[in-house]
């Protein structure tokens, strides 16, 4: 039972290429949610998703694209990326009031 | 945005120590959790808190919340270096469980 993954752990990207994260649970939760972490500021909603097929906008969405193909994965795109999206990103599932969280990935754009 | 204030903001102390750190809202919490996030890694869930006046403890750790539901406290007795690492209070939000999240107190605890 791994619980929550998220691959890579690290990346760095140049100003305007794209790539995605992939995060992966395996407990069977309906509920999936992308946060970034940024000094001072606590985590931040990105992008939340609450069962396969679905997605919807959180708090700092501009800039990401989500997909949920499968229960099980959640993937984060970012199409071009910017400087101001360097940050540290995680992953979590929940099930009820309980948020299970990945060990993130760090990304440097420069 | 419903924010979240933690305080304090750095938090530094020896082992053995007494420590409180505050989570303080303007509006009233439908429910507050508290996580424990360590270097390198996803923040990890500590309690929920539910009802006003609600006390629960964890080991070391003791968590009060206020009778209002617009603030919760979390205290360390006998701070160990083993506690070292930010604290987050974060509230779910119904009906998608989604977490607003407060800036978090970063504790460093010396031997």
């Known amino acids: 039972n791994a619980g929550v993954t998220q691959t890579p752990k690290f990346r760095v990207l140049k100003t305007g290429q794209s790539m995605t994260l992939l995060c992966a649970q395996d407990?069977?939760?309906?509920?999936m949610y992308w946060y970034r972490q940024d000094p001072g500021m606590g985590l931040r909603l990105i992008h939340y998703?609450?069962?396969?097929?679905?997605?919807a906008k959180g708090e700092v969405p501009d800039g990401y694209n989500v997909s949920r193909l499968k229960k099980q994965n959640f993937l984060l795109g970012l199409e071009s990326a910017a400087p101001s999206q360097t940050s540290v990103y995680f992953c979590?599932?929940?099930?009820?009031?309980?948020?299970?969280f990945g060990p993130g990935t760090r990304l440097t754009v420069l | 945005t419903q924010l979240l204030e933690q305080s304090p903001q750095f938090l530094s102390i020896q082992e053995g120590e007494n420590l409180t750190v505050y989570c303080n809202s303007s509006s009233v919490f439908s429910s507050l959790q508290w996580y424990r996030q360590e270097p390198g890694e996803g923040p990890v869930l500590l309690v929920t808190v539910v009802t006003g006046g609600e006390v629960k403890k964890l080991k070391r750790l003791t968590f009060q919340f206020g009778d209002a539901r617009k603030d919760s406290s979390l205290h360390i007795t006998a701070a160990q270096p083993g506690d070292t690492g930010l604290y987050l209070c974060?509230?779910?939000?119904?009906?998608?469980?989604?977490?607003?999240f407060g800036t978090g107190t970063r504790l460093q605890v010396f031997p």
């Open positions: 407990m069977n939760h309906e509920y």
């Open positions: 998703s609450v069962g396969e097929g679905t997605t």
């Open positions: 979590a599932s929940s099930y009820g009031l309980a948020a299970f």
């Open positions: 974060a509230e779910p939000r119904n009906p998608t469980d989604k977490l607003i």
